[in-house]
């Protein structure tokens, strides 16, 4: 039941959303955020955008991007009329009605979940919190964690929760790059644990996403996440594993994907790789893992994901060696292109990027490295400190002729195919990126 507090305080919020003299928050400028904050300044909303990184509320303020994938004019058009306002000032939560938290949620040493970035955001919020905002959580992390660990340190406020203060989770599902789907088109899950939360919560996000898809409570939303991105995991892994198996027996994996995908149901292509990258999918499945020990259950094919995606780094640096061997050349007089950094085609982000992993494998086995990412320069690994190997500001036909071989692990569309084949002595191809190269096939190799 919705208390008369409760009525009063979402009436004003409804009627602002109706207005459009609602101010949206948005906690966290990265990848996530700051397209979410896109879409709703392009929805007549005024944004205000807050990061502890002051690099980025500064490039934003001066109406620059940092995300390769988004133009600075985008966010030049952000800031047209004062749409969007980025600060690292928390005390303007207060002028914010709604509160969407976009911070990262990685793994710690352990590889348990590491909440720090949400607990801090939410700290960070009570002081300046105020009767009749909204805060979502649109972080991706494990069933409960709403309940157990944000609304505790919100209740820090005195604000009643579900009266004064409405709570909800809404997971992002943005996918970076991605040229079909925009985030307002691509569908919204939507959870709350009390009517008023759930009342605001639908009417704010269905004003800017096309569709909302509410679920009974924030569990049920956080779960849906985790379904989605360890649906993924498993089924890149089952791939993954399938194409070791072809390349035993002599076959061809992507063509005998191709082949399987003209099912017109019962079958989803999922396609191998040279590892698991990025923020999300090599890490959420283990939020779950973790929160499933409470309740004594083993999470056996995440777990079997994990060990088969992790092992393809290392089968990928064993093939180079193989084919290297194979041509006559010794690992430790080997020279190598290796040509991608991003996890995945078109984008900048190197975050548990598969090729980082490689570069350093290679390099272990006294290979030397030369390499090229048109989407990254200068990248260094929070891991493994500056990537070995030397960087190529550009890719010259020198640059591809003066190696062994060519290693494929990022198939951008940047990359001219045919030229990196003309030039190459051997192509070493994770990603059947040079699948429309019809000439001299015989020197690529699929692997
Ligand atoms: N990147 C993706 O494609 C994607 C897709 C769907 C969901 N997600 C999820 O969205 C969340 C954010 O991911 P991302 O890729 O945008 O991360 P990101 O690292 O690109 O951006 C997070 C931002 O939050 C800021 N931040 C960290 N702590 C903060 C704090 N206490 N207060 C304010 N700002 C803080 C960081 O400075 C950074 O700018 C994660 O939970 C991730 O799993 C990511």
Redesign the pocket.
């Known amino acids: 039941m919705i208390t008369e507090v409760a009525s009063s305080y979402l009436d004003t919020f409804i009627g602002k959303v109706a207005d459009r003299s609602l101010t949206v928050g948005v906690?966290?400028?990265?990848?996530?955020?700051l397209p979410v904050a896109h879409l709703f300044t392009s929805r007549g909303f005024r944004v205000i955008g807050?990061?502890?990184?002051q690099s980025?509320t500064q490039k934003l303020m001066k109406g620059e991007s940092y995300i390769g994938h988004i133009p600075s004019s985008v966010v030049q058009e952000m800031r047209k009329r004062d749409r969007l306002t980025a600060t690292s000032d928390f005390s303007c939560i207060a002028q914010a009605d709604t509160l969407s938290i976009?911070?990262?949620?990685p793994l710690d040493r352990a590889r348990q979940p590491d909440l720090t970035?949400v607990r801090?955001?939410a700290e960070?919020l009570v002081p300046y919190l105020r009767p009749g905002q909204l805060v979502i959580l649109?972080?991706?992390t494990y069933p409960g964690t709403t309940t157990e660990v944000v609304l505790p340190i919100l209740q820090r406020s005195k604000l009643k929760i579900g009266e004064e203060l409405f709570v909800g989770y809404s997971p992002?599902?943005?996918?970076?790059a991605n040229a079909q789907f925009t985030t307002r088109s691509i569908p919204r899950v939507t959870g709350a644990n009390d009517p008023a939360s759930r009342r605001a919560l639908e009417t704010f996000l269905s004003s800017s996403f096309e569709k909302i898809v509410p679920v009974s409570s924030c569990e049920a939303a956080e779960m849906s996440k985790l379904l989605e991105n360890i649906y993924r995991c498993v089924n890149i892994a089952l791939v993954n594993e399938m194409k070791l198996l072809c390349q035993r027996m002599g076959l061809n994996i992507w063509e005998i994907i191709d082949a399987a995908k003209t099912k017109p149901f019962g079958f989803q292509a999922f396609y191998p790789g040279p590892g698991l990258g990025?923020?999300?999918i090599p890490i959420?499945p283990f939020y779950l893992s973790w929160k499933a020990r409470e309740f004594d259950f083993s999470t056996r094919f995440i777990e079997l994901a994990g060990e088969v995606n992790t092992n393809m780094p290392y089968e990928v640096a064993a093939r180079v060696a193989e084919h290297l061997s194979a041509r006559g050349v010794a690992s430790s007089s080997a020279r190598l292109l290796v040509l991608g950094l991003a996890y995945k085609k078109n984008v900048d982000d190197c975050r548990e990027s598969p090729s980082v992993k490689i570069l350093k494998l290679l390099c272990e086995r006294g290979i030397a490295i030369s390499y090229f990412d048109p989407h990254v320069s200068g990248y260094v690994s929070h891991r493994y400190g500056p990537l070995p190997g030397v960087e190529l500001r550009e890719l010259t036909d020198d640059a591809i002729q003066n190696n062994d071989a060519t290693l494929i692990l990022t198939d951008h569309d940047a990359f001219d195919y045919e030229r990196i084949v003309r030039f190459s002595k051997t192509v070493i191809d994770t990603r059947n990126a040079t699948a429309r190269v019809t000439t001299e096939r015989g020197k690529i190799i699929l692997t």
């Open positions: 906690v966290g400028l990265g990848y996530v955020g807050f990061d502890i990184d980025k976009c911070v990262p949620t970035a801090n955001t960070s649109e972080s991706t992002e599902r943005e996918d970076p990025g923020h999300c959420d």
